[in-house]
């Protein structure tokens, strides 16, 4: 939980220190455009990992390798190892990290529309 407020305040920071290198001023308008860059990129590169992980390309990849392979490398190639036994990194800690920043920035536009 305290690394979860931890990192809620690191994007909060970089969306703020974003703003000002952008922008150049403080704005709700440029608050809600620049977080929602940053907790975008935080949800997709989430919902990749997660894509790789949950083993969807293993049987692509695999297909992809028989097929392009040289008539001696068919022993190497399938003894290679799939992308989600390679993918080591954990989706949760990016969804964590990018939705508090995501619902912020509902918010402020809900405040900016009303």
């Known amino acids: 939980m305290k690394t979860n407020i ?3 305040f690191i994007t909060q920071i970089v969306i703020l220190v ?9 704005s709700l308008l440029n608050y809600i455009n620049v977080s929602f860059f940053v907790s975008f990129l935080l949800l ?9 992980r949950t083993g969807f390309f293993d049987f692509f990849m695999q297909s992809t390798r ?6 001696g490398q068919k022993e190497a ?6 992308p989600s036994e390679v993918m ?10 990018g939705l508090p920043s995501f619902l912020l920035m509902l918010l402020a536009l809900i405040f900016y529309y009303i």
Do not use: D
């Open 6 to 8: 931890i990192v809620f």
């Open 18 to 26: 974003s703003i000002w290198l952008f922008y150049g001023s403080w």
């Open 44 to 52: 997709f590169i989430g919902a990749v990992v997660y894509i790789i």
């Open 66 to 71: 028989k097929v392009l392979a040289r008539k």
């Open 77 to 82: 190639i399938e003894s290679m190892r799939t």
């Open 88 to 97: 080591s990194a954990n989706p949760a800690w990016f969804f964590l990290a």
